[in-house]
C-alpha cells in the first residue's frame, strides 16, 4: 500500500513561489505516473502537472510551475513561481500505478495566492 503526504503550502503573494513536496511510502512500483492535481471549492479536481517518462502542463500553469521528483528521496515535488490568485487552490498528489491501473491521492496542502 502507497501513501502520500504533502506539504509546502501556505499563502503567498502574488508574483510569489511556493515549493510543494510529496512524500511518498509503501510498496513503490516502477511504472508509475506521478501528479498535482488542484480542487477549487464547488470546482472539480483538474491536473496541474504530470511526470513519468515526460512531463505534462496545463495550460494555465506552463512557464510558471515545474514538476520534478527525486528518486532517491521517493518524493515529487511541484515549483510554483509567478503565482496567481486564481492559483489558490487545495492541491493533491497522486500516484497512479500504470499496470494496475490503480491510483492513490495524498490528502492534500493548500495555498492561497493573495493579490
Known amino acids: 500500500q502507497v501513501q502520500l503526504v504533502e506539504s509546502g503550502g501556505g499563502l503567498a503573494q502574488t508574483g510569489g513561489s511556493l515549493r510543494l513536496s510529496c512524500q511518498v511510502s509503501?510498496?513503490?512500483?516502477?511504472?508509475?505516473?506521478m501528479s498535482w492535481y488542484r480542487q477549487r471549492p464547488g470546482d472539480q479536481r483538474d491536473m496541474v502537472a504530470s511526470i513519468n517518462t515526460a512531463t505534462i502542463y496545463a495550460p494555465a500553469v506552463k512557464g510558471r510551475f515545474t514538476i520534478s521528483k527525486d528518486d532517491t528521496k521517493n518524493t515529487l515535488y511541484l515549483q510554483m513561481n509567478n503565482l496567481k490568485p486564481e492559483d489558490t487552490a487545495l492541491y493533491f498528489c497522486?500516484?497512479?500505478?500504470?499496470?494496475?491501473?490503480?491510483?492513490?491521492w495524498g490528502q492534500g496542502t493548500q495555498v492561497t495566492v493573495s493579490s
Open positions: 497522486r500516484y497512479y500505478n500504470i499496470e494496475s491501473r490503480s491510483g492513490v
Open positions: 509503501g510498496s513503490i512500483r516502477r511504472m508509475v505516473t
